[in-house]
């Protein structure tokens, strides 16, 4: 069940403020870091790149990389911040990303992921090591290449694999477009589950319609969601009901709760980070998609000139401009 519910690892967007945001309305989803390269983490400021609060277990570090003792130094870390999981992106299909050899290109090298993936294990064998994979890269449509993939990585004691249900089409395509051109393929990771069933398989792309996830959680261990979650984040309440069966009681029950605790983290981070309160309101954007005035709510949290302000009084002045627009938006 860890990986019942995810919340899928975006760049810019899943940094630790917006995980503190998801797990304030979702105790029981897993969440994701933004990929950090064994470079960055390696030569750069750790504690920037790692630091969490503990309120977000349980929380996966993604790594990006392809150089085995390299891997294996960034897990040996991982562990000692106390992260619950170490995944390996190989589903990434930027040019940057290409050019170091890691992301979506290694697909195609699925006994040098398997050799990555012994590598962390080795150094962190009390830790699940993961991989975030595609269905194939550029024109590929065999299922062969897929259930190869998996196999062989598998061989390394890999056991759980987190699948965006499309290919990575790296000749020249965008990130963005990656993440919306190559048609979705669902019921090539249902067959994966059915060809590797005492593995776990996380089925990534295109969820947030309800009705569809709970049809897709029939045939697959659980779902990642991305781009719904980050717009809509609210309905990580009604996904997490669907996912678990239940609902879990949580001290949070109303979007006003949600703003409210935003609103004392917020004064914790600048006390003892000096972080602008505007760094961390850009994720919460959509916490009030649908409510009557929720366009005049998001102008107030996003006002650069209010900057100087008390959080508390930010949230006052957007929960008075809400009253003032009777528009859902
Ligand atoms: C802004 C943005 C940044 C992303 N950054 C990463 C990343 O760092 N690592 C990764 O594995 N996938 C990344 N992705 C891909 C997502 O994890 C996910 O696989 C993709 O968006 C498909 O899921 P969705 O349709 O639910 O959004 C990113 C996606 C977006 C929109």
């Known amino acids: 069940m860890a990986w019942r519910l995810c919340v899928a690892p975006m760049m810019d967007w899943t940094d630790r403020h917006c995980r503190y945001f998801h797990r304030l309305i979702a105790p029981r989803t897993r969440l994701y870091t933004e990929m950090i390269t064994t470079g960055a983490l390696l030569h750069g400021d750790m504690a920037r790149h790692l630091d969490f609060d503990a309120a977000e277990h349980p929380l996966a570090l993604q790594l990006g990389g392809s150089e085995p003792s390299e891997l294996a130094r960034c897990a040996a870390l991982a562990q000692r911040w106390g992260y619950d999981e170490i995944n390996l992106n190989c589903g990434c299909p930027s040019p940057r ?173 600048a006390g003892t980070l000096g972080t602008p309160w505007l760094a961390v309101a850009r994720h919460m954007m959509g916490l009030r998609l649908g409510e009557a005035g929720a366009r005049r709510w998001r102008q107030v949290w996003s006002d650069h000139r209010l900057r100087g302000l008390a959080p508390v009084e930010v949230m006052q002045r957007a929960r008075a401009a809400m009253v003032g627009d009777p528009q859902p938006a």
């Open 97 to 269: 990303v290409q050019r170091g050899a890691f992301g979506a290109c290694l697909m195609a090298e699925p006994a040098l992921v398997r050799g990555c993936v012994a590598a962390m294990r080795d150094a962190v064998p009390s830790l699940p090591v993961t991989v975030k994979h595609r269905i194939g890269i550029d024109r590929v449509e065999d299922y062969g290449f897929v259930s190869d993939f998996v196999g062989t990585v598998g061989e390394a004691g890999c056991s759980v694999f987190i699948v965006h249900a499309r290919n990575a089409w790296l000749d020249g395509l965008s990130p963005k477009r990656n993440r919306e051109v190559p048609p979705l393929r669902p019921d090539t990771v249902a067959r994966l589950k059915r060809d590797f069933p005492d593995r776990t398989f996380v089925l990534n792309g295109g969820l947030g319609d309800s009705g569809q996830l709970e049809r897709e959680l029939q045939r697959v261990d659980g779902a990642m969601l991305g781009r719904a979650a980050y717009h809509d984040p609210w309905r990580l309440r009604e996904w997490e009901a669907l996912a678990f069966g239940t609902p879990e009681p949580t001290g949070v029950v109303t979007r006003d709760d949600v703003e409210a605790a935003m609103v004392r983290y917020m004064e914790r981070q």
